[in-house]
């Protein structure tokens, strides 16, 4: 007697009626992604010539201490349904979602910047901003803060050190974490930007706080790095453990793969991670399963995947070419297709390596820069 | 689509009439496809929450992305990856993406006019009871009828080891359910 696998799979599947469904909810929720995802963008609408008329140089020359929303000028609104697309000529212009702003305009987005799927997280002096999808800049975080190290930022005139603590999007959950520092200490937070609740802060102490950094933010765990070395702050239960020396550095933690740059991780907390040494400006795709690291040609993390070799951009290492994962999960890719420096963006697919191109980038200040990366 | 870096994006507000449009093709495609890829996820999960789950997230994350997604060639399959990959990328529910405890079911008296019911029960178990990788190209290549490239192209790796995978799964059927696979996986003898 023969039993086929296929009349098998066939019998058992195709008489299971499948639950009701729910087109209304699936609607709702795409479109409340679609507009988190373009929240995170408005920043650049530049396009809007109205919004150009109102100058951003109330913010260039506002009170020192008193960094607010109203310093920004709208720009009006992003579509945000093929990522971020944050890219710049240095001192030229920016491309946030398809529009482009001159970027004197918008000079607080530089590398420091954090593209997220809710926009642009900056820092201004100390304290976060976020330019969303509606081109409205908004403080994130309100009350007295602190941009350097020291209790006052009067006590320190010429040694004072700077607080870049950065901000860190999680590509799993609809988290942004980031630092404040405040009377000597630093607060870590990290807000769930779909609800704007806090899921938790986290005071830590580090002194003049000058060397914290916010390395990675995973599916509700954070990374972050001190001159202790680097600790996870597990949001859900609140809870921080140990997880490298301060020789190592988190280089990026998605879906559960972590990059480090640096002596192994050797703590317990380092089993839970597939942890891979790579260099410390090495990227990986959202779903960790492959590294960003110069080159067109992404390398597998897991053994029986391939790499993805876009069709756009330079495969050997060391070429001409600049690459950046946007807020979507696809893979910037800014490459010569003319003389230098006559470089085109292209957007790339994850895993299957196509490439639409974005548009032209002519840079006249420096290489092709991709916001919040400073690889 | 992938907009050329000037200007002229418009919010939702701006253009109802497109949007009604978008939904409308949305609509369509979420009724026509839904129930296949619910039962494809299923195969994959072995589980119904899980597979509503990966189904319910993929079909937001195609909405959201609702142009790239009509523009592909094969729509349908562009979102039956998703769907795929939020089952084999779901670190949350790593529990099912070991193998599990699978306790061996006897397809009893195969002479009965049931026998072939029976077995196929018995093969579905074993399927169940299949590392979810290996579970994914089987459901791919005897339930979807994709070709080994189709299913590299999906779980995102090489032919090669979808062939190995294959080959390691139905190693394992033939083992765990006591039925025979000729070499091409079609049948079970006993």
Sequence with gaps: MTTSLRSA??????????????????????????????????????????ALVVPLTGRLGGPEQNSSASDYASIGRLDLDAGLRAYADPGGEIHL??????????????????????????????????????GEVTA??????????????????????????????DSQAPLVAWATLHDG??????????????AGSLDVACGDCDDLVIDALDEGFVFFRTSEGTRIWEVGRDVSFAFAGP??????????????????????????????????????????????DWSSVLQNTRAGDRPVR????????GALGFWNIDTDGSVLVATLTGEYPQYTVFDCEIPTGRCAEVGPLEPTGGDPMFIGNDM | VHQRGVDVAVSDEAQPDALLGRDADFSEFFH??????????????????????????????????????????????????????????SRRHGWWHRERPHERV????????EGGVVQRLTLWQAVQALPVRQRAVVVLRYYEDLTEVQIAEVLGCSRGTVKSQASDALATLRRNSGLHLNDLGEGATR
Excluded at chain 1, 185 to 198: F, K
Excluded at chain 2, 106 to 113: M, R
Aim: proline share 6%.
């Design chain 2, 32 to 89: 026509a496809v839904r129930p296949r890829l619910f039962r494809t996820a299923l195969a994959i999960a072995g589980d119904h929450g899980l597979a509503e789950d990966a189904l319910q997230s993929a079909l937001i994350k195609a909405y959201s992305s609702w142009h790239r997604v009509r523009a592909a060639d094969h729509p349908e399959a562009y979102v039956r990856r998703i769907v795929v990959n939020e089952l084999l990328g």
């Design chain 1, 185 to 198: 200490t630093a607060t870590l937070t990290v807000r769930d930007m779909s609800t704007g609740e806090d």
């Design chain 1, 310 to 317: 876009l069709d756009e951009g330079p495969t050997k290492r």
């Design chain 1, 140 to 169: 994130l975080v309100e009350g007295p803060v602190e941009s350097s190290g020291g209790s006052s930022s009067s006590s320190c005139v010429i040694s004072c050190r700077s607080f870049h603590p950065t901000a860190k999007a």
């Design chain 1, 247 to 292: 020789q190592t550095r988190v280089a990026d933690v998605r879906s559960g793969v972590l990059l480090y740059d640096g002596p192994a991780p050797r703590t317990a907390e380092a089993d839970r991670y597939l942890t891979i040494p790579a260099p410390i400006d090495a990227q990986l795709t959202f779903d960790g399963r492959y590294i960003l």
């Design chain 2, 106 to 113: 006897e397809p009893g008296t195969l002479t009965s006019p």
């Design chain 1, 97 to 134: 979602g398809g529009r482009t702003f001159d970027a004197a305009d918008l000079e607080y987005l530089d590398t420091d910047a954090t593209a997220t799927a809710f926009g642009v997280v900056f820092y201004d002096r100390g304290r976060p901003m976020l330019l969303g999808e509606s």
């Design chain 1, 9 to 50: 799979l066939k019998e058992q599947l195709d008489s299971l009626t499948p639950p009701p469904a729910d087109l209304e909810l699936v609607v709702r929720r795409g479109k409340r992604r679609r507009q988190v995802r373009r929240a995170g963008t408005a920043a650049v609408v530049a396009g809007v010539a109205a």
